[in-house]
């Protein structure tokens, strides 16, 4: 039987169509990012958006290492767009939502309020978390199994808190009495609190929880814990960590040690910290965002992944102050860092 011509045409003209939009990326899809490339990126340029919280030492390396790692593995076929929420929820859900209409091919969301407010805005845009301590608690996941089932995965940087608690007893053997410091607006924090203060009671140490809603209350809840408690202990928190100096100048004159949850805010205003590398935690995220845009990974199935290796830190400075000295173990901090 022969076909005529113009059907001939109509059917090159809809097999063209549906060759294009195959190839439109990844932002409009559950099951993962853009369709597998024959080499590293192809001829496409993915476009990334990056919501960072607030600008401090452990969420810029984070970042950094994040954008190394896909610039490394696609060259020149990756386009970044920054930006800094300054410190606030809303800032980040206006870039988030921003990320959605330009129909960016992922989103990499920094720190917990970042991802929380990048999962509001999309659940069909491909997201990864870095510098979050429990996707469980931060996306309300009651029956967690290592991955969201969503169209989220990423990176934690949850240091072992059996090991963050044992550091109290190795800086102040007769601790009386520990302050637990957070803020109370962060999910991450309040997670770390309550399974620190379960390692606490094996260990047999008292603890309060002194906790700021924001930075306009961090001064005044420091204060009261440095009257009440003789060693201090403060998780991976945002807050806090914009806030070493206010910190600092009212524990360190007070001679009370602080174990921090991370090193830049043992650097700012603790003594000592079970360290990650937050530049290694986002270049893996870098490597989970390569599998989703390139090999078309659906983060729904990927396992949220943590650092690998901690490290024992002290601050020498800091010890000095308070006029201790660091257990056997430890290393100094840089003061680059």
Do not use: R
């Amino acid at each position: 039987m022969k076909i005529s011509k113009k059907i001939l045409a109509a059917a090159m003209v809809a097999s063209l169509s549906m060759l294009t939009l195959a190839g439109c990326g990844g932002s409009t899809t559950t099951t993962g990012g853009s369709a597998p490339a024959d080499t590293a990126g192809g001829d496409q340029v993915y476009k990334v958006g990056i919501v960072q919280l607030t600008e401090h030492k452990a969420l810029d390396a984070a970042t950094k290492g994040f954008q190394d790692a896909l610039k490394e593995k696609l060259q020149d076929n990756v386009e970044f767009d920054l930006q800094n929420a300054q410190g606030e929820q809303t800032n980040c859900a206006t870039i988030a939502s921003g990320f959605v209409t330009d129909k960016v091919d992922l989103i990499m969301a920094n720190a917990t309020p970042a991802l929380q407010a990048a999962a509001a805005s999309t659940n069909e845009i491909p997201i990864l978390g870095t510098s979050v301590t429990d996707y469980a608690s931060a996306l309300d996941i009651s029956d967690w199994s290592g991955k969201t089932g969503k169209n989220i995965s990423g990176t934690s940087d949850l240091a072992p808190l059996e090991e963050q608690a044992a550091m109290i007893k190795e800086i102040k053997p007769d601790a009386q009495q520990v302050a637990l410091i957070y803020c109370s607006s962060e999910a991450n924090s309040k997670y770390q609190i309550e399974n620190i203060e379960k390692e606490l009671d094996k260990l047999g140490l008292a603890y309060k929880e002194y906790s700021a809603a924001d930075s306009n209350e961090v001064q005044s809840v420091v204060t009261k814990a440095s009257t009440e408690c003789d060693v201090a202990y403060i998780p991976t928190d945002n807050v806090m960590a914009d806030n070493t100096g206010i910190i600092s100048n009212i524990l360190a004159p007070a001679k009370i040690p602080v174990v921090a949850g991370e090193q830049s805010i043992c650097a700012g205003c603790g003594t000592v910290t079970l360290s990650i590398d937050y530049y290694e935690l986002g270049y893996a995220t870098g490597e989970q965002a390569y599998e989703i845009l390139v090999n078309g990974k659906n983060p729904a199935d990927m396992e949220i992944e943590t650092a690998k290796d901690v490290t024992k830190l002290y601050n020498e400075e800091n010890c000095k102050a308070i006029g201790i000295e660091a257990p056997a173990g430890y290393e100094p901090i840089e003061k680059s860092e």
